[in-house]
Protein backbone atom coordinates (compact mmCIF):
# COMPACT_ATOMS: atom_id res chain seq x y z
CA UNK A 1 0.00 0.00 0.00
CA UNK A 2 2.03 3.48 -1.37
CA UNK A 3 -0.60 5.59 1.13
CA UNK A 4 -2.04 7.15 -1.92
CA UNK A 5 -5.76 6.57 -2.48
CA UNK A 6 -7.95 7.55 -5.50
CA UNK A 7 -12.04 7.50 -5.97
CA UNK A 8 -13.61 5.50 -7.87
CA UNK A 9 -12.02 2.75 -8.61
CA UNK A 10 -13.99 2.30 -11.47
CA UNK A 11 -16.70 4.49 -14.01
CA UNK A 12 -18.28 4.43 -16.54
CA UNK A 13 -20.08 7.35 -18.17
CA UNK A 14 -20.96 8.43 -21.86
CA UNK A 15 -19.58 10.38 -24.21
CA UNK A 16 -19.92 14.06 -23.35
CA UNK A 17 -20.50 13.88 -19.72
CA UNK A 18 -18.28 15.21 -17.01
CA UNK A 19 -16.35 13.30 -14.13
CA UNK A 20 -14.08 13.89 -11.53
CA UNK A 21 -11.62 12.02 -10.06
CA UNK A 22 -10.11 11.86 -6.75
CA UNK A 23 -6.67 11.34 -5.04
CA UNK A 24 -5.62 11.71 -1.42
CA UNK A 25 -1.66 11.90 -1.41
CA UNK A 26 0.25 10.44 0.95
CA UNK A 27 0.66 12.07 4.56
CA UNK A 28 3.31 14.74 4.66
CA UNK A 29 3.46 14.87 0.91
CA UNK A 30 3.07 18.28 -0.84
CA UNK A 31 3.18 17.66 -4.65
CA UNK A 32 0.69 15.75 -6.38
CA UNK A 33 1.00 14.40 -10.23
CA UNK A 34 -1.55 12.93 -12.01
CA UNK A 35 -1.11 10.42 -15.25
CA UNK A 36 -2.78 8.93 -17.84
CA UNK A 37 -2.20 5.41 -19.39
CA UNK A 38 -3.54 3.58 -22.68
CA UNK A 39 -2.49 0.52 -23.77
CA UNK A 40 -1.07 2.42 -26.99
CA UNK A 41 0.70 5.78 -25.27
CA UNK A 42 2.11 4.20 -21.97
CA UNK A 43 2.14 7.07 -18.73
CA UNK A 44 1.55 10.01 -19.75
CA UNK A 45 2.05 12.85 -17.46
CA UNK A 46 -0.73 16.01 -17.58
CA UNK A 47 -0.10 17.94 -14.42
CA UNK A 48 1.63 19.03 -11.01
CA UNK A 49 0.59 20.51 -8.11
CA UNK A 50 2.53 21.82 -5.26
CA UNK A 51 1.34 22.49 -2.24
CA UNK A 52 -1.79 24.08 -3.72
CA UNK A 53 -0.58 25.59 -6.52
CA UNK A 54 0.32 24.26 -10.23
CA UNK A 55 3.76 23.51 -10.32
CA UNK A 56 4.11 21.98 -14.12
CA UNK A 57 2.13 20.51 -17.22
CA UNK A 58 1.96 18.26 -19.63
CA UNK A 59 0.20 17.16 -22.36
CA UNK A 60 -2.93 17.79 -20.68
CA UNK A 61 -6.21 18.67 -22.41
CA UNK A 62 -7.89 21.73 -22.30
CA UNK A 63 -11.30 19.61 -21.61
CA UNK A 64 -9.28 18.38 -18.30
CA UNK A 65 -8.11 20.45 -15.34
CA UNK A 66 -7.44 19.77 -12.07
CA UNK A 67 -7.16 21.52 -8.68
CA UNK A 68 -5.00 21.17 -4.87
CA UNK A 69 -7.04 22.21 -2.12
CA UNK A 70 -5.71 23.59 0.91
CA UNK A 71 -5.73 19.71 2.39
CA UNK A 72 -3.62 18.90 -0.13
CA UNK A 73 -6.02 16.53 -1.62
CA UNK A 74 -6.34 16.57 -5.45
CA UNK A 75 -9.42 16.31 -8.14
CA UNK A 76 -9.25 16.02 -11.85
CA UNK A 77 -11.79 16.78 -13.88
CA UNK A 78 -12.50 15.47 -17.30
CA UNK A 79 -15.18 17.21 -19.54
CA UNK A 80 -16.90 16.65 -23.00
CA UNK A 81 -15.29 12.83 -22.75
CA UNK A 82 -14.83 10.96 -25.93
CA UNK A 83 -14.20 7.89 -26.13
CA UNK A 84 -10.54 8.32 -26.40
CA UNK A 85 -10.16 9.44 -22.84
CA UNK A 86 -11.00 5.63 -21.52
CA UNK A 87 -7.87 5.19 -19.83
CA UNK A 88 -6.37 4.26 -16.50
CA UNK A 89 -6.07 7.36 -14.80
CA UNK A 90 -2.93 7.48 -11.70
CA UNK A 91 -2.33 10.17 -8.92
CA UNK A 92 1.25 10.02 -7.63
CA UNK A 93 2.62 12.05 -4.61
CA UNK A 94 6.06 13.04 -3.96
CA UNK A 95 7.84 14.83 -0.72
CA UNK A 96 9.37 17.21 -3.33
CA UNK A 97 11.34 19.86 -1.30
CA UNK A 98 11.98 22.89 -2.99
CA UNK A 99 12.70 22.31 -6.38
CA UNK A 100 13.77 19.24 -5.81
CA UNK A 101 11.64 15.91 -7.29
CA UNK A 102 11.95 13.06 -5.42
CA UNK A 103 10.43 9.63 -5.85
CA UNK A 104 6.60 9.18 -6.78
CA UNK A 105 4.29 6.94 -4.69
CA UNK A 106 1.22 6.03 -7.36
CA UNK A 107 -2.03 5.10 -6.15
CA UNK A 108 -4.30 2.36 -7.82
CA UNK A 109 -6.10 4.25 -10.45
CA UNK A 110 -9.36 4.79 -11.41
CA UNK A 111 -10.00 2.95 -14.95
CA UNK A 112 -12.29 5.09 -16.76
CA UNK A 113 -14.17 3.74 -19.61
CA UNK A 114 -16.44 6.19 -21.52
CA UNK A 115 -19.04 4.76 -24.06
CA UNK B 1 13.46 16.03 -29.64
CA UNK B 2 13.78 14.08 -26.24
CA UNK B 3 13.31 10.93 -26.29
CA UNK B 4 13.47 7.71 -24.05
CA UNK B 5 13.54 4.30 -24.81
CA UNK B 6 13.51 1.36 -23.23
CA UNK B 7 13.71 -2.84 -25.02
CA UNK B 8 10.00 -2.65 -26.99
CA UNK B 9 10.25 -6.16 -26.78
CA UNK B 10 9.41 -8.71 -23.74
CA UNK B 11 12.15 -10.19 -21.92
CA UNK B 12 11.54 -13.71 -21.30
CA UNK B 13 13.99 -15.19 -19.15
CA UNK B 14 14.53 -18.51 -16.78
CA UNK B 15 14.32 -18.32 -13.52
CA UNK B 16 17.44 -18.12 -11.71
CA UNK B 17 19.18 -16.04 -14.17
CA UNK B 18 20.30 -12.32 -14.50
CA UNK B 19 17.30 -10.20 -16.19
CA UNK B 20 19.08 -7.16 -17.88
CA UNK B 21 17.13 -4.29 -18.98
CA UNK B 22 18.06 -1.01 -21.15
CA UNK B 23 16.70 2.42 -21.05
CA UNK B 24 18.07 4.83 -23.29
CA UNK B 25 17.73 8.73 -23.71
CA UNK B 26 18.29 11.48 -26.06
CA UNK B 27 18.22 15.34 -25.29
CA UNK B 28 18.00 15.07 -21.89
CA UNK B 29 20.89 15.61 -19.50
CA UNK B 30 19.12 14.46 -16.01
CA UNK B 31 20.39 14.93 -13.03
CA UNK B 32 19.05 11.59 -11.76
CA UNK B 33 17.49 8.48 -13.00
CA UNK B 34 14.23 6.16 -11.63
CA UNK B 35 13.13 2.61 -12.06
CA UNK B 36 9.54 1.57 -11.21
CA UNK B 37 7.77 -1.90 -11.40
CA UNK B 38 4.13 -2.05 -12.92
CA UNK B 39 2.12 -5.01 -12.61
CA UNK B 40 -1.22 -4.96 -14.60
CA UNK B 41 -3.73 -2.85 -13.93
CA UNK B 42 -1.66 -1.62 -10.85
CA UNK B 43 0.28 1.94 -10.32
CA UNK B 44 4.05 1.76 -10.66
CA UNK B 45 6.29 1.56 -7.61
CA UNK B 46 9.43 2.80 -7.22
CA UNK B 47 12.54 0.71 -7.39
CA UNK B 48 15.70 2.80 -7.14
CA UNK B 49 17.18 6.04 -8.10
CA UNK B 50 20.63 6.70 -9.16
CA UNK B 51 22.06 10.19 -9.31
CA UNK B 52 24.41 11.04 -12.16
CA UNK B 53 27.82 11.28 -10.19
CA UNK B 54 26.42 7.76 -9.17
CA UNK B 55 27.92 5.04 -11.49
CA UNK B 56 26.02 2.20 -9.31
CA UNK B 57 23.09 1.48 -7.06
CA UNK B 58 22.11 -1.78 -5.80
CA UNK B 59 19.58 -2.92 -3.45
CA UNK B 60 18.97 -6.89 -2.46
CA UNK B 61 19.00 -8.21 -5.90
CA UNK B 62 18.83 -5.29 -8.02
CA UNK B 63 21.14 -3.49 -9.74
CA UNK B 64 21.20 0.27 -12.04
CA UNK B 65 23.94 1.96 -13.37
CA UNK B 66 24.22 5.04 -15.37
CA UNK B 67 26.04 6.16 -18.13
CA UNK B 68 25.62 9.52 -18.44
CA UNK B 69 28.21 9.92 -21.65
CA UNK B 70 26.35 7.07 -23.34
CA UNK B 71 22.79 7.98 -22.29
CA UNK B 72 22.12 4.66 -20.95
CA UNK B 73 21.06 2.97 -17.73
CA UNK B 74 21.22 -0.84 -17.03
CA UNK B 75 18.78 -2.24 -14.53
CA UNK B 76 19.20 -5.78 -13.27
CA UNK B 77 17.54 -8.36 -11.33
CA UNK B 78 20.51 -11.60 -10.07
CA UNK B 79 18.53 -14.38 -8.84
CA UNK B 80 15.50 -13.66 -10.74
CA UNK B 81 12.51 -15.11 -9.86
CA UNK B 82 8.72 -15.86 -11.30
CA UNK B 83 7.34 -13.27 -8.84
CA UNK B 84 9.69 -10.76 -10.91
CA UNK B 85 7.26 -11.16 -13.86
CA UNK B 86 5.80 -7.94 -14.56
CA UNK B 87 6.85 -4.16 -16.61
CA UNK B 88 9.51 -2.04 -15.59
CA UNK B 89 9.52 1.80 -16.36
CA UNK B 90 12.31 4.10 -16.07
CA UNK B 91 11.99 7.73 -15.91
CA UNK B 92 14.15 11.03 -15.60
CA UNK B 93 13.45 14.42 -15.20
CA UNK B 94 13.02 16.49 -17.97
CA UNK B 95 11.49 20.21 -18.13
CA UNK B 96 10.89 20.44 -14.31
CA UNK B 97 8.67 16.44 -14.44
CA UNK B 98 9.47 13.18 -14.59
CA UNK B 99 9.23 11.44 -18.32
CA UNK B 100 8.32 7.55 -18.49
CA UNK B 101 9.80 5.19 -20.84
CA UNK B 102 7.47 3.09 -22.48
CA UNK B 103 8.49 0.07 -20.26
CA UNK B 104 9.77 -3.35 -20.98
CA UNK B 105 7.47 -6.17 -19.63
CA UNK B 106 9.90 -9.02 -18.23
CA UNK B 107 8.46 -13.03 -17.56
CA UNK B 108 10.79 -14.95 -15.50
CA UNK B 109 9.52 -18.64 -16.05
CA UNK B 110 9.86 -21.49 -13.61
Known amino acids: DSGVTQTPKHLITATGQRVTLRCSPR?????VYWYQQSLDQGLQFLIQ???????AKGNILERFSAQQFPDLHSELNLSSLELGDSALYFC??????????????FGPGTRLTVT | SQKIEQNSEALNIQEGKTATLTCNYT??????LQWYRQDPGRGPVFLLL?????KEKRKERLKVTFDTTLKQSLFHITASQPADSATYLC?????????FGQGTELSVKP
Open chain 1, 92 to 105: ASSVDVGTSVYEQY
Open chain 1, 27 to 31: SGDLS
Open chain 1, 49 to 55: YYNGEER
Open chain 2, 27 to 32: NYSPAY
Open chain 2, 50 to 54: IRENE
Open chain 2, 91 to 99: ALLGGGKLI
